[in-house]
């Protein structure tokens, strides 16, 4: 159920801060509540951005890759990471094709990825990542996770997506 109008938006939030403080009640055994935070700033996990796939490049030369994209925008600090599951024989690498999320060099089986300023409400940035295996038996699951939830592809040498 997607919550679209903002009356709906500040119920729920109510109703997650009453819900607070009736758990804090029962919670402290002492019979006194501890405060709750206000409603209007409680966080319900709800996470605006959009994490997808995609293939860049021309048809001969296609490449893997992720997407990130909110419409009300991504917070400054915000992070991901890139995992693989078979490690590569040198430290992966994530091109960027925006400065708001940098691209970066990792480990054989992790990159971490942050968006220093954030990124600005209807932007796309995408994300190519290189030095990683294409098997040709059994697959390799490439994985991006953080702001936003996961996603994740398998490949092997003949399921490519692109």
Partial sequence: MQITTGRAKRRLLSLAGTLAVSAATVLSGSG????????????????????????????????????????????????????VSKPSYQGLQVS????YVPSATGTTQVVNLSAPSGIPAGTTVTLIPTNYLVPTSGYNSLTLSGYGGSTSVAMNWSSRPC
């Fill in 96 to 99: 960027s094709d925006s400065a």
């Fill in 32 to 83: 006194a509540a501890t405060a709750a935070p206000d409603a209007e700033t409680v966080s319900v996990g709800i996470q605006d951005a959009t994490l997808g796939q995609t293939c860049t490049g021309p048809s001969y030369n296609r490449k893997f890759a992720f997407t990130i994209s909110s419409t009300t925008g991504v917070p400054a600090g915000s992070t991901w990471k890139f995992t």
